[in-house]
């Protein structure tokens, strides 16, 4: 596999590479989708909700916080997860701005 070469794109550019692919499997969506559904919960509850074995729920948890879209805080033995709401923010400024410049590209048709 190349280098990547990430010296040549914006921090933003290079943030919402980052974002993207963690998201980019189903089951990280569907956590990200039940954790936008109740405040914090654990890697259990979430395993009671997906059919997932709770290490594979366990590594994508992993990924997500890695990436920064979501944050755990430990209580006891277990950690809470829940949304990063500031990351979410910039993911929503970011797919707001390509939107709008779908809007222009419409209105000046090629």
């Not at 956590?31 to 559904?37: A, F, G, P, R």
């Amino acid at each position: 596999m190349g280098i990547t070469k990430t010296e040549h794109f914006t921090d933003e550019q290079n943030e919402m590479a980052v974002l993207l692919k963690a998201m980019a499997h189903p089951a990280r969506i569907a956590i990200i989708e039940y954790l936008l559904t109740t405040n914090t919960c654990i890697c259990n509850d979430i395993v009671e909700v997906l059919p997932l074995a709770q290490p594979t729920v366990s590594q994508h948890l992993r990924e997500l916080k890695n990436a920064g879209i979501i944050q755990g805080s430990i209580d006891g033995k277990a950690i809470n997860y829940c949304i990063n709401k500031e990351t979410i923010k910039k993911f929503d400024t970011f797919i707001s701005h390509i939107f709008r410049k779908i809007d222009k590209l419409e209105n000046n048709k090629c």
